[in-house]
């Protein structure tokens, strides 16, 4: 009886110790993917021998973070705050606040403290539930030289039927000084993501293809309610316009009407686009930003599959390779004329850097960078 009591207690021992080790290991092989992201400031970025230039700003549950020297600061309440963009001089945050049945752009410090409230697109109490009599502010940018802020509103409006257009006003002033300069066509999701470049704006138009699809193009107009044109095919379905320091050339997102996000580079000459270059294929990439001083892109994809979207950083060397230099004639070698090619050097393959790993940063809203 001792021995079958001593047994049993040994067996009831061993489960108590195994039960939890065995749950513990087992914890260690499941997916994190469920796991709710950190906030930014929680854990710098991991480490590694890189620091992007400048400040980046970027948005994440409804607060905007800046990153410096690899480090992250909270900006503002997680209130409904995304899609940051800058003054020209960097002085200046221009963001959207974002509540249940209206958004307004607002003017921040690049603290983060509220400077100016730019729209009122809430309906009066009385009709605060009737969707009609609520209104939309999205993707505020402001001009080179800060007179003008372009963004996408959601006027003219009929009833609960929103579709978004390209707005222009003075950035001094209010929306009812603003000017409509897109015509988008009904039950797409509209015009969004305007760019102002010299000449006019570029933005993304969400139409029907012929095969009746719903695609983005770029699009491009220099005059208010001009007809403008297409930059990119329905095929390419492209997305997320940004044009680099020098505005020599637009990077996007193209689709190509599959289950797929493309970071796509173009040559830009002022009103037409080049031959398009697919930069990375291999990832779900949204919001491609040009670093201030040319040095690289930075984008945001998921670090695993079906995963949170993370910040990920392109050397320009990826996109832009140095050329080798052509061999010059040694003095008093033992040629005469040309010399023999060379033998190609092996391809250096440059690959996007994760700069977060357990971040879930808005895949909604763009990145802004200042130098």
Known sequence: MISRFVLGAALALLMLVCGPLT???LGTKTSKISVPPAKPTSASPRAQALTLPGTLYLAQSGA??????GRFHQLTPEAGWTQPSLSSDGSSIIAVKQAALYSDVYVLNRFGTVVRKVTSNAAPPRLAYDTGQNH?????RLSADGKTLWM???KPKFDYDVVLSIWAMPFGGTITQGKLWTNAADYTGGDVQ???????VIYTKYDYGPDEKLVGRLWFTNRAYAPGKALTTPGEDCRNPAVSPDGTQI????????QLSYLTVASWNGSTLGA???IITNQLVAQPTWAPDGSGIAYLAPGVAAGPFQLWWLPRAAYAPVPTPAPTPTPGG??????PSPSAAPAVVIRPIQMTTNNGFDATSPPAWRG
Do not use: Q
């Not at 905007?64 to 020297?69: F, G, T, V």
């Not at 305007?194 to 006019?200: H, I, N």
């Not at 033992?334 to 010399?339: D, K, M, S, T, V």
């Open 23 to 25: 749950f513990v290991y």
């Open 64 to 69: 905007i973070y800046s990153l410096a020297a």
């Open 136 to 140: 939309w502010s999205f993707y505020p």
């Open 152 to 154: 996408a509103y959601d």
């Open 194 to 200: 305007p760019v102002p470049v010299s000449g006019g």
């Open 251 to 258: 990077a996007m997102i193209c689709t190509y009407e599959k």
């Open 276 to 278: 398009r270059k697919n």
């Open 334 to 339: 033992p040629h005469n004329g040309p010399l």
